[in-house]
């Protein structure tokens, strides 16, 4: 297990790039700490070659997950919240063209993708399966190399400074690990979760600069979503699969037009209320953001990117028919959203390579059951129990992406867990909390031990499930 650490709503929430946070986001970010720890130690014009190894899980679905694609970015300097996704393929194609690539945006090297990006498919790390390790030569001939874990999550460690993070040091008024620390604060304050939340958020922050970058968050939540449910066509990557949000969306609103993103809004509350009718909408809704997140777009990983429609289709479920759609009313959502996911990194995990997809989809479920029965007026004890039954029943879940893309079956997972959690919230508010014979603890630590238990084929891997039982061809992905 990683030490504890102080974990902020934005390091749960992250702003970056298609299509995973531990494959794409996590290895990108990797390099430019290696791009920063090489800025301190030389002088970067003095770099004359760069090799990136990858190993285990970044091995062998880095293709699929856009690993390599990643890593040349941040060797770039290239930042994943800021850099233009339109220009990902134009740069890429640059570099394996000419063979060069600029390093930090300034010193141009030698850099051949195809020979200095090693997939060592049968070699794995021992912290982690996530792991890569960058390797430079300077002009004198001297050779330095940094290894780094991606561990879920865009969460970075490098090896020997495991948890690393300097929010860990910081204490915070309410410190927490477990669901009992945090409702024992509930309890001794009056406060809410989201109360909670914020107060320790106020340990780094102004409070309303947390809430305009929570509001940047959801903004970016929003904009995703919007994309996807009004693009079509076809997914990169070889799989030749169709994306579906764009045409449901065009049938469920039968005709009815509208500008924007706020006039679309008030074109689907203008379909009614029907119980199929709101189902399809949470539906086309998570479709569209994993759809944008396959695609190499602009998502949130919430808490990771293959688990990214999840937490939106459910706020934005609660927005559209429920009339959720002030701001305090969001924030509050993804703040107790966020502490979820925050228990689950600190008790077991957010790596589908450590934990299978019950890490990724169970946990985001998990998060939006919580933050949308605090949303609806339940209790902390409510909203806990909310996120136990939604994990309770992602467990044992398997990450078995085909052709190591985040498409099959990844997508409609996003579906799953965004009903799941809309039902675990209803079970919650209509239950109470004392006949409860499960509680989030025992479900987190249930999930980490069923972590440990399962297969690595299981893991990331594609070298189990639905990955070796549908027919695709290789060559093409």
């Not at 780094?148 to 999550?153: A, E, L, P, R």
């Amino acid at each position: 297990m990683t030490p504890r650490e102080s974990i902020s709503v934005f390091d749960i929430f992250k702003i970056g790039v298609g299509p995973s946070s531990s494959h794409t986001l996590g290895p990108w970010k990797a390099a430019l700490l290696f791009i920063d720890w090489l800025r301190q130690k030389h002088s970067l014009n003095e770099v004359s070659y760069a090799q990136v190894l990858l190993y285990g899980s970044l091995a062998k679905t880095g293709k699929g997950h856009g690993t390599d694609i990643a890593v040349q970015l941040g060797l770039c300097g290239e930042h994943p919240e800021t850099f233009n996704v339109e220009s990902i393929s134009p740069r890429i194609n640059e570099i394996k063209t000419n063979k060069k690539l600029l390093l930090a945006g300034s010193y141009e090297i030698n850099f051949n993708p195809e020979k200095d990006i090693i997939f060592l498919k049968n070699e794995s790390l021992s912290f982690h399966p996530n792991g890569l390790t960058f390797r430079v030569s300077l002009q004198n001939g001297q050779k330095y190399e940094q290894t780094y874990f991606s561990v879920g999550g865009g969460f970075v460690v490098k090896e020997n400074n495991e948890g690393g993070n300097p929010k860990a040091a910081i204490s915070l008024q309410f410190p927490i690990d477990k669901a009992d620390d945090l409702l024992h604060w509930c309890r001794k304050t009056g406060l809410s979760i989201a109360e909670i939340v914020m107060e320790n958020e106020n340990c780094w922050r102004e409070e309303e600069e947390t809430k305009r970058g929570v509001m940047r968050i959801w903004q970016t939540m929003r904009e995703c979503m919007y994309r996807g449910c009004n693009k079509g066509g076809e997914l990169p990557g070889g799989l030749h699969v169709t994306r579906r949000a764009a045409a449901l969306n065009k049938k469920l609103l039968k005709g009815r037009t509208y500008a924007d993103d706020n006039s679309w809004i008030e074109a689907i509350r203008a379909g009614g209320s029907d119980f199929a009718y709101i189902l399809d909408w949470v539906s086309c809704f998570a479709l569209g953001v994993n759809e944008e997140n396959a695609s190499f777009g602009r998502v949130v990983t919430a808490p990771t990117n293959g688990a990214a429609g999840v937490i939106p289709a459910v706020l934005q479920y609660y927005i559209v028919f429920l009339n959720g759609d002030k701001d305090e009313q969001i924030i509050n959502f993804l703040l107790t959203a966020s502490e979820i996911g925050c228990i689950f990194k600190k008790g077991a995990t957010l790596s589908a390579a450590m934990g299978g997809c019950q890490a990724e989809i169970g946990v985001s479920s998990a998060m939006a059951a919580a933050g949308l029965t605090e949303c609806l007026g339940g209790t902390q004890r409510q909203a806990l129990m909310a996120a136990e039954i939604a994990m309770e029943h992602h467990l044992g879940l398997t990450c078995d992406p085909v052709a190591g893309l985040v498409q099959i079956p990844c997508i409609e997972r996003n579906t799953m867990g965004a009903v799941k959690a809309i039902t675990a919230s209803q079970l919650a508010i209509q239950s109470n909390p004392d006949l409860a014979k499960v509680s989030l603890d025992t479900v987190v630590k249930t999930m980490w031990d069923t972590a440990l238990d399962m297969n690595t084929k299981y893991k990331e891997t594609a070298d189990g499930g639905l990955a070796v039982h549908i027919p695709v061809n290789l060559s093409e992905c």
